[in-house]
């Protein structure tokens, strides 16, 4: 990145060392420069209102990411198609009640349009994106007042920052509601990305998305949208009854955002030598997609083996149980298991979505690996011994158990002893006895 902030000149810059306009740069002075701000906000007023509270403007986000969606088709839910999804995630969750020991988390059962999913989710991607919003804003605010501003523009460099400030804001929301319209187009359910977007108690399904990921896998629709509730449930049951696993996600993608920088190289480029008197060119070039670089810290690293690590065990156990369950019920799950396998590895909309949005490419090498440790303390523990390890977050596998996970599965120092698992699925310890004094029995 240069060290001229958006192609702004700083004072003492070459042979002149009188303090400098810092928009000469863009072929103006700083009162032409503040019209066009007024004026360029006013825009983004007219398009997406306030914006809200935070960084992002959330109401311009939602107002694209829906004409996105709508420009494209976006038909409403019709009875029959709402009774198909909603008879769907009830067998679902009856089916499951045989796979897993997690009860159903499912109270409402609904059917969405895309529109209706930017709506719903809408919330939870305001928490995942704003880290990121304030880094971008709080970089464009700095690029505007790191220079030594004249004396007599003082008193209008304040209002001004502020209005780079709501520009930012803008900018971010715009790609936020980008990403989130194509997102839309590509989701099955409210449980696509790992995270819990759906309100608590709603599971989802969009027809749409339904039948978009069935076409050309020769598997009735009715088999479809069953494998595909029976993955919605099973996130479900893990978000509603596993008391920390909402927060502990939320906050491990709040942590990664928070040491992303911004790379505004390209917006520098973008705004050199614009025509001021044109607010409409401001705004194309300010469109453009924002580059978002991971800090190579030891503090970033930890937060992203962290949440890879997260995603991957919730992902690796719907995997697990929902082709358990599925396999002697729907002749077609062996399709299905490998449509939703091979959604990924081409870059599904998880990993573009959170490439936009909050700069990770999720690898679905650790969700491979985490599919294959659940299958593993399946095998050797049962289900409720599998399931008992979400009763603390301290009980889940680490990555480097996912490296190794026989080595977890069987009781390495660091991974899931017996004693540890045992107490966790025996229904006589009522967890308040004294330890022994002598040695444990051995357990198989």
Not at 283 to 306: H, I, S, Y
Request: charged residues 25%.
């Amino acid at each position: 990145m240069s060290d001229t902030p958006f192609g702004f000149n700083r004072p003492g810059d070459g042979d002149d060392d009188k303090p400098q306009d810092p928009f000469n740069a863009m072929g103006g002075d700083m009162r032409q420069f503040a019209d066009m701000l007024h004026r360029f906000a006013d825009m983004i007023g007219g398009q997406g209102g306030g914006g809200g509270e935070g960084p992002l403007n959330w109401d311009l986000a939602k107002n694209i990411a829906r004409h996105s969606v709508v420009e494209q088709g976006d038909p409403s839910i019709v009875d029959a198609e709402r009774r198909q999804v909603e008879e769907a995630l009830r067998l679902a969750d009856l089916w499951l009640d045989e796979g897993t020991t997690l009860p159903a988390g499912i109270r409402t059962p609904q059917a969405w349009s895309r529109s209706e999913w930017i709506e719903q989710t809408l919330p939870v991607w305001a928490t995942v994106c704003d880290p990121i919003a304030t880094r971008m804003v709080e970089s464009m605010g700095g690029a505007l007042g790191s220079g030594e501003i004249p004396a007599d523009m003082q008193a209008m460099a304040g209002p001004l920052i502020g209005m780079v400030k709501q520009m930012a804001g803008a900018m971010v929301g715009g790609q936020a509601g980008q990403a989130l319209g194509a997102l839309a187009r590509e989701v099955v359910g409210s449980a696509d990305v790992g995270l819990p977007l759906a309100p608590a108690g709603v599971g989802a399904l969009l027809p749409a998305g339904v039948d978009a990921f069935g076409e050309g896998l020769e598997v009735s629709g009715d088999e479809v949208r069953l494998y595909l509730a029976l993955r919605e449930a099973a996130h479900q049951r893990l978000f509603a009854h596993v008391p920390w696993l909402r927060s502990h996600l939320l906050s491990a993608v709040e942590d990664y955002a928070r040491g992303i920088t911004v790379d505004l190289s390209g917006i520098e480029q973008a705004v050199q030598g614009l025509d001021l008197s044109n607010p409409e060119a401001l705004q194309e070039a300010l469109g453009g997609e924002l580059q978002l670089q991971p800090e190579e810290t030891p503090q970033q690293k930890a937060a992203l083996a962290r949440l890879e690590t997260a995603l991957a065990l919730v992902e690796g156990w719907v995997d697990t149980v929902v082709n358990q369950v599925a396999a002697d019920r729907l002749p077609g799950s062996v399709k299905l298991a490998e449509a939703v396998r091979r959604r990924r590895a081409t870059g599904g909309p998880a990993e573009r979505t959170f490439a936009t949005l909050v700069g990770l490419e999720l690898r679905p090498r650790r969700l491979r690996e985490a599919a294959a440790l659940w299958r593993t303390l399946t095998e050797v523990r049962g289900t409720q011994g599998r399931d008992a390890v979400w009763e603390h977050p301290d009980l889940l596998p680490s990555a480097d158990d996912l490296d190794d996970p026989d080595g977890y599965v069987h009781g390495r120092d660091e991974g899931l002893s017996d004693l540890d698992l045992s107490k966790l699925t025996d229904p006589d310890d009522k967890g308040d006895d004294k330890p022994d004094d002598g040695d444990p029995e051995p357990r198989s």
